[in-house]
C-alpha cells in the first residue's frame, strides 16, 4: 500500500487557507515557532530583506515539501502521494507548467509522487535594504567535507562570499557545522558572514529520510542570494558524488540522493527563470572527483588547523554508531558515502584525522557493523570490478546535450580512487 499524506502550509493567523484532510502546517509571522512550524524566517522572511514575492514563494514551497517530506513514513512501498498546498504571494507566477515542473522536480529527488497546488493569500510587506553587489557570491556551507573545500576554495580566491546552512536537528551535524563555521571565522579576515537558518516541523518528524531537503537548503540560498543582490549561488559538491550512479544492477543510487546531479541544476533553473528570479545556481567541482578535489585544496595551501576541520566534517549516510557500541556522532567509515570520503584523503595524500566508528570499535561490535555495510561494501567492489557503467550512464536522465563521455570519464576516475581503499 502505497503511504500518503496532505498538507497546507500558511501563515500564522490565516484562517482562510484549510482545506478538508489536509494537516496544517503554520507558519510563524515574526521569527519563532507555531504548534507545528518552527523557523528563524518570518512569513514575509525577515529578518531578510528586500525579499521578491517570487522568492518567498518558493522558500514557503520548498520548506513545506521539506516538511511534509519528514512528516509523511514511508509504508511499505518506498514511493509515497504527497499532497501539497501553499498560501503564496504571487499567484500568477506560479500557473500550471510551473506547478507541474516543481512536482516533478520534487519527485525526481525524493521518488514521490507530489501534487502541487497554490492559493493567493493575504498581502505581505517586504521591506528595503542595501544591496551588497552583483559580484559578491552566496555558497551553500552544510557541515559536509565537500561545501568545506568549496568555502576554502572560495575565501582563498578572494571573492566576495557570504555562507548559508540549514540549521539541523541532528547534533553530528550541527557540531560539524560549529566547527567548520569557527575554524572559517578565524583564519580568515575579515571573517566570512555564516548563517545557519532553523526551519522544520515542530512537530516529530515521522520518516528518517529527508532527500527533499537539497531543494529547501538551496531555496534559503537563493533567498539570501537575492536578497543581497547576489546573483550567484554556489553549491559546493564532487561530480562523482552528484552523479550518484547506481554501483550495479538493480540497486539504486548508493550516495546522498540527486541534490546536485545536473539534472536537478537544470530543473532548478527552469524553476528560477519562470519565477523571473536571477540567481544562477552553479557548481564549480562538477567535473572533479572528491580526491580531486580535496587535491585541488591541498595544492592552495590552505591555513593551519584545515587538516583537523576536515576530520570534523560529516560525510555519513547511516549515523548511528550507538547501534554497535560506539558514538552515533561518528562518521562510519563503512557506507558508500564514507568509503567515497575515506578514499578522497587517500587520493589527496592528505593523511584523514577523521575518528571513524569502524576504527573506534572492535570484535563483536565491528563485526555487527561490516554485516550491516555489507550490501554496501560488496556494491562498491562490485563498481570497481566492472568499471563505469556506459549503458547505464546512457540511459539516465541528463540535461540537452551534457557531454555523457565525460561523465564516464568522471565515473571511472571515481571507481579508481575506491579502488585505493582496502575493503573489509
Request: charged share 20%.
Amino acid at each position: 500500500m502505497t503511504a500518503s499524506g496532505a498538507y497546507v502550509v500558511r501563515a500564522q493567523g490565516d484562517k482562510k487557507s484549510r482545506l478538508q484532510g489536509y494537516d496544517t502546517l503554520k507558519w510563524p509571522t515574526a521569527p519563532g515557532h507555531t504548534k507545528s512550524v518552527v523557523s528563524d524566517l518570518a512569513w514575509n522572511l525577515a529578518p531578510l530583506q528586500d525579499v521578491a514575492p517570487a522568492v518567498a514563494d518558493l522558500v514557503h514551497i520548498a520548506a513545506g515539501a521539506y516538511m511534509a517530506d519528514r512528516s509523511t513514513r514511508r509504508g511499505a512501498r518506498f514511493s509515497r502521494d504527497i499532497a501539497l498546498h501553499v498560501t503564496v504571494v504571487a499567484p500568477e507566477l506560479w500557473t500550471e507548467e510551473l506547478l507541474d515542473t516543481t512536482s516533478e522536480l520534487l519527485g525526481w529527488l525524493t521518488g514521490d509522487t507530489w501534487n502541487l497546488t497554490v492559493a493567493g493569500g493575504a498581502e505581505v510587506d517586504f521591506e528595503e535594504t542595501l544591496k551588497v553587489g552583483e559580484n559578491g557570491s552566496v555558497a551553500l556551507l552544510s557541515g559536509g567535507l565537500d561545501s568545506f573545500l568549496g568555502a576554502i576554495q572560495l575565501l582563498m580566491s578572494g571573492a566576495e562570499t557570504i555562507f548559508v546552512g540549514h540549521k539541523d536537528s541532528a547534533t553530528s551535524i550541527r557540531g560539524a557545522q560549529s566547527t567548520v563555521g569557527t575554524w572559517l571565522g578565524q583564519s580568515f579576515a575579515p571573517a566570512p558572514s555564516y548563517t545557519r537558518v532553523q526551519l522544520a516541523q515542530a512537530i516529530r518528524r515521522r520518516e528518517p529520510s529527508s532527500r527533499s531537503r537539497a531543494f529547501m537548503f538551496l531555496s534559503l540560498g537563493v533567498a539570501v542570494a537575492s536578497s543581497l543582490g547576489s546573483r550567484s549561488l554556489i553549491i559546493p559538491e564532487n561530480g562523482y558524488t552528484g552523479i550518484n550512479l547506481p554501483l550495479r544492477p538493480n540497486r539504486g543510487g548508493a550516495l546522498s540522493t540527486r541534490s546536485t546531479h545536473p539534472e536537478t541544476f537544470r530543473r532548478v533553473a527552469e524553476i528560477l527563470t519562470a519565477l523571473n528570479i536571477d540567481v544562477t545556481v552553479t557548481n564549480p567541482f562538477e567535473w572533479m572527483t572528491k580526491g580531486e578535489m580535496m587535491q585541488s585544496i591541498r595544492g592552495l595551501r590552505p591555513p593551519s588547523g584545515w587538516q583537523e576541520t576536515a576530520a570534523a566534517t560529516l560525510s555519513c549516510s547511516k549515523l548511528g554508531g550507538n547501534w554497535f557500541g560506539g558514538s552515533p556522532n561518528l562518521n562510519c567509515g563503512l557506507c558508500v558515502p564514507c568509503m567515497v570520503r575515506r578514499a578522497t584523503f587517500i587520493k589527496a595524500e592528505v593523511p584523514d584525522k577523521t575518528q571513524y566508528l569502524c576504527h573506534a570499535i572492535s570484535g563483536t561490535h565491528l563485526a555487527e557493523l561490516i554485516d550491516a555495510r555489507r550490501g554496501d561494501i560488496e556494491a562498491v567492489r562490485y563498481a570497481i570490478e566492472a568499471g563505469a557503467d556506459a549503458d547505464a550512464i546512457d540511459s539516465g536522465t541528463w540535461p540537452p546535450d551534457y557531454d555523457l563521455d565525460r561523465v564516464e570519464g568522471l565515473v571511472q576516475r571515481g571507481l579508481d580512487e575506491l579502488a585505493m581503499l582496502e575493503l573489509p
